[in-house]
T-cell receptor, first 110, second 115 residues
C-alpha cells in the first residue's frame, strides 16, 4: 500500500518553480523517498531519490525535512513539457516493490 | 538510467484469446522485473515481481494462472494474458532493476484492448 499523501492537482506558471509536496509521516529509517513522473500514455520516468540529505540533479531538487516525514520536489523552471502526474514513493533501498499512490497532476500554464 | 522496451506498444484482440507482452532491458542486466497495470485515470497497480530464473511473486488479488509471467533471462520478461476479457483492457507497464540497485526503470507501456 502507498505510504504517501500528495495533493491531487497543482498548477504552475511556465518559467516559475514548481514545488510539489509529499507527506510520508510513517517512513522508517531505511526507506528512501523516490519521485517519478508520468506523462500521459507513457511509462513513469525516474526523477530523483534521497534518504536523508537534500538531493539535486539536472531535472530537479529534492528537499527532505529533518524528521523525514515530508519532502518537496522542486522543478526550478517549469516548462510546458513538465505537465505530468508526479508520484512520490517510499521504499526500502534494494529489490523491493514500489507501491504507487495517486500522485499530483501538475499542469504548467503558459 | 536503463533503457527498457516493450512490445507490442498496443494490441487489440478478441475476447478469449491470449496475448503476450514482452519487456526487454536493452542495456541493463535486470535480475528483477516488475509488471504493473494501469486503468484509465488511475494510478499504477503492481501485479507481480519477477526474478530471473524463478517463479514470479504475485500481488494479492492477481490471478497467476491468468497472468503468466516468464523471466527466462536477464534481459527479457514476458507477461501473457490468457483468455483475455474486456475487463483486462488496460495499460500494462514493466520495470526493471538490478540486484543492489536502488532505482526502477520503466518501459513505455503496452495498451491492451480486448473486444
Amino acid at each position: 500500500d502507498a505510504k504517501t499523501t500528495q495533493p491531487t492537482s497543482m498548477d504552475c506558471a511556465e518559467g516559475r518553480a514548481a514545488n510539489l509536496p509529499c507527506n510520508h509521516s510513517t517512513i522508517s529509517g531505511n526507506e528512501y523517498v523516490y519521485w517519478y513522473r508520468q506523462i500521459h500514455s507513457q511509462g513513469p520516468q525516474y526523477i530523483i531519490h534521497g534518504l536523508k540529505n537534500n538531493e539535486t540533479n539536472e531535472m530537479a531538487s529534492l528537499i527532505i525535512t529533518e524528521d523525514r516525514k515530508s519532502s518537496t520536489l522542486i522543478l526550478p523552471h517549469a516548462t510546458l513539457r513538465d505537465t505530468a502526474v508526479y508520484y512520490c514513493i517510499v521504499r526500502e533501498s534494494t529489490g523491493n516493490q514500489f507501491y504507487f499512490g495517486t500522485g499530483t497532476s501538475l499542469t504548467v500554464i503558459p | 538510467g536503463a533503457v527498457v522496451s516493450q512490445h507490442p506498444s498496443r494490441v487489440i484482440c478478441k475476447s478469449g484469446t491470449s496475448v503476450k507482452i514482452e519487456c526487454r532491458s536493452l542495456d541493463f542486466q535486470a535480475t528483477t522485473m516488475f509488471w504493473y497495470r494501469q486503468f484509465p485515470k488511475q494510478s499504477l497497480m503492481l501485479m507481480a515481481t519477477s526474478n530471473e530464473g524463478s517463479k514470479a511473486t504475485y500481488e494479492q488479488g492477481v490471478e497467476k494462472d491468468k497472468f503468466l509471467i516468464n523471466h527466462a533471462s536477464l534481459t527479457l520478461s514476458t507477461l501473457t494474458v490468457t483468455s483475455a476479457h474486456p475487463e483486462d483492457s488496460s495499460f500494462y507497464i514493466c520495470s526493471v532493476t538490478s540486484g543492489g540497485a536502488e532505482t526502477q526503470y520503466f518501459g513505455p507501456g503496452t495498451r491492451l484492448l480486448v473486444l
